[in-house]
């Protein structure tokens, strides 16, 4: 059985950092590329992150470049986003999820398992 637990999240202020870790099991980690989305109140899922198997090809939507950092470790079966600098427009749950491929992808309908979130408060 696949499942992806997310970790990480809490309620920080603005400028603030978080990392918010996704462990995973029951999937061979290294034949997936992973991602993170999140979902904000009203608004439908949105691409934040995503990283191939190796790490090497790392694609970040418009508004978290320059703050986010995904990083994943192989050896773990575990994939991590970085938060710096985050602000109240960052509020979401933040889900992961990972797709079965070396590439990687923005779109959500490309991944195959999905975990359960975990909220990222930022106030303001």
């Known amino acids: 059985q696949v499942q992806l637990a997310e970790s990480g999240g809490g309620l920080v202020q603005a400028g603030d950092s978080l990392r918010l870790s996704c462990a995973t099991s029951g999937l061979t980690f290294i034949r997936y590329y992973m991602g993170w989305f999140r979902q904000a109140p009203g608004k439908e899922r949105e691409f934040v992150a995503t990283?191939?198997?190796?790490?090497?090809?790392?694609y970040y939507e418009d508004s978290v470049k320059g703050r986010f950092t995904i990083s994943r470790d192989n050896a773990k079966n575990t994939v991590f986003l970085q938060m710096n600098y985050l602000k109240p427009g960052d509020t979401a749950v933040y889900y992961c999820?990972?797709?079965?491929?070396?590439?990687?992808?923005?779109?959500?309908?490309?991944?195959?398992?999905w975990g359960q979130g975990t909220q990222v408060t930022v106030s303001s």
């Open positions: 999820a990972s797709g079965y491929s070396y590439g990687i992808s923005r779109l959500s309908r490309t991944y195959e398992y």
């Open positions: 990283i191939s198997w190796n790490g090497d090809s790392i």
